[in-house]
């Protein structure tokens, strides 16, 4: 039985492996919202649930939303793998840990972190 769920944590780390490998092919696409609505003059927030964690981690506000919002998620042993990913992407694989509610109020979290504030 335990080594029924080595297998399963193994193919969860490899298939974490492989979303963090496609999620940094992410700058290869078109320009993103942030960058079209920036083009039409208006205000863009700092961060999104778009944002990749680590860029909002890096950030010490961004930092102190995601340890209020989503807590444990930077001190989880596999951060590394996801960090790349943005909370939406993660989202899909945290087993319905993380919901469209709690993404919507660490979304309206994060919008209240004007740039330069």
């Given at each position: 039985?335990?080594?029924?769920?080595?297998?399963?944590?193994?193919?969860?780390?490899?298939?974490?492996?492989?979303?963090?490998?496609?999620?940094?092919?992410?700058?290869?696409?078109?320009?993103?919202?942030?960058?079209?609505?920036?083009?039409?003059?208006?205000?863009?927030?700092?961060?999104?649930?778009?944002?990749?964690?680590?860029?909002?981690?890096?950030?010490?506000?961004?930092?102190?939303?995601?340890?209020?919002?989503?807590?444990?998620?930077?001190?989880?042993?596999?951060?590394?793998?996801?960090?790349?990913?943005?909370?939406?992407?993660?989202?899909?694989l945290s087993g319905g840990r993380l919901t469209q509610t709690k993404l919507k109020e660490v979304n309206a979290d994060l919008a209240e972190l004007s740039p330069g504030q």
């Open positions: 039985m335990i080594w029924r769920a080595e297998c399963v944590q193994t193919r969860q780390t490899i298939m974490m492996v492989g979303l963090a490998g496609l999620a940094c092919l992410g700058g290869c696409t078109s320009p993103s919202k942030a960058q079209e609505t920036a083009a039409l003059g208006r205000p863009t927030p700092a961060f999104t649930v778009q944002t990749p964690i680590d860029r909002i981690a890096a950030d010490e506000r961004g930092k102190q939303v995601l340890d209020r919002d989503v807590p444990g998620v930077m001190s989880n042993p596999h951060y590394v793998l996801f960090s790349a990913m943005s909370l939406s992407q993660l989202a899909s």
